[in-house]
C-alpha cells in the first residue's frame, strides 16, 4: 500500500530588488537577507531596476535615493504610476523632510543609512505582513489589538467583496483600483489599498488611529508610526473629486472615516 502522506511546501521565496548604486551595499544586503531565505535581484541603476520590475514578479523594492541616473523620490513615483509593489527606501539623505516626500512619493517605509540589519529585516517583514494581507480575502480574529481606548471603533473584521460603490467611485479590492464615474482608473498602493478596506469595513464610523498602526504592523513608538497619517493623507487625495470633496474625514480625538452611503457587490 503506497503512503499518500504529503510532506508539507514550504511557501515560496520572495523576491526583493535592491536598487543601489554602491555594490557594497548590495553585496551585504543580498548575503544578509538570502539567509533569511529571501531571492534577490540587484540593480546599480534607476532604469536597470526598471527593467527588471518589467520582467520579474517583484515583492518588494529597496530603493537609494542618490542614483547616478534619477533620483530615487522621482524613481518611486514612476513605479507607482504603474506597479503597486511595496516600495522601502534606505537612503543617506537624512531629515524629515526626505522621510515626508518618500512617503508622498509611494514608499511604504523610509530607513536612514548607518541602518541595524535586524531593523531593515524587521521592516521588510512588516511591509510584506501588510502586503499579503492586503491581497488576501480573510476576517481578522476577533482579539486583533487595538488601542484601548479605540474599542468602540477598531473595525473586527475585513468584508469579502467583489466591488465596492461610495460617491463618484467604483472600488476593485481585487485589481487595488478605484474607477471614478467618468471611467479614469487610479492604481492604489499596498497601502492605501489596505486602509481603504479597513475604512470600508467600518462604514460612516471612525477607526482610531493607533487601531490602524497596529493593523498596519507600525511601532507606535517609532518615528514611522506617522506613516499612518501619511497614507490616509495620499488616499484622500486619490479621493477627491472635481468638486475637490473630502471623503475621508478627520473626526476629532476619534480617527479617520469614510463618510458616504458605500453599497458593496459580494
Not at 476577533?142 to 467583489?162: G, I, L, R
Amino acid at each position: 500500500m503506497s503512503n499518500t502522506n504529503t510532506l508539507p511546501q514550504n511557501p515560496p521565496k520572495k523576491t526583493l530588488l535592491i536598487i543601489d548604486d554602491e555594490s557594497g551595499i548590495r553585496q551585504l544586503l543580498s548575503i544578509f537577507l538570502r539567509r533569511y531565505q529571501f531571492n534577490i535581484l540587484e540593480a546599480e541603476t534607476g532604469q536597470a531596476g526598471l527593467d527588471l520590475i518589467k520582467t520579474n514578479p517583484i515583492d518588494l523594492i529597496i530603493l537609494d535615493l542618490m542614483l547616478p541616473d534619477i533620483y530615487g523620490i522621482d524613481l518611486c513615483k514612476k513605479i507607482r504610476k504603474n506597479f503597486s509593489i511595496p516600495i522601502l527606501i534606505l537612503t543617506a539623505a537624512q531629515g524629515e523632510l526626505n522621510t515626508v516626500l518618500g512617503f508622498e512619493a509611494g514608499a511604504d517605509d523610509y530607513l536612514e543609512k548607518p541602518f541595524s540589519t535586524q531593523v531593515l529585516l524587521s521592516r521588510i517583514q512588516a511591509i510584506l505582513r501588510r502586503s499579503d494581507l492586503s491581497q488576501a480575502p480573510r476576517t481578522l480574529p476577533q482579539n486583533t489589538p487595538t488601542h484601548p481606548q479605540a474599542q468602540q471603533e477598531a473595525p473586527s473584521s475585513f468584508t469579502h467583496f467583489k466591488k465596492a460603490y461610495f460617491g463618484p467611485w467604483t472600488y476593485d479590492p481585487l485589481e487595488k483600483t478605484l474607477i471614478y464615474q467618468t471611467g479614469r482608473k487610479v492604481l492604489l498602493t499596498q497601502n492605501e489599498s489596505l486602509l481603504l478596506n479597513i475604512l470600508l469595513s467600518h462604514p460612516n464610523e471612525a477607526v482610531d488611529r493607533e487601531t490602524l498602526m497596529h493593523l498596519f504592523n507600525l511601532d507606535t513608538n517609532d518615528i514611522e508610526s506617522r506613516a499612518v497619517d501619511v497614507q490616509t493623507s495620499r488616499l484622500r487625495n486619490k479621493l477627491k473629486d472635481r468638486t475637490d470633496t473630502n471623503l475621508i474625514q478627520s473626526i476629532r480625538n476619534k480617527g479617520y472615516a469614510l463618510l458616504c452611503p458605500i453599497r458593496f457587490e459580494r
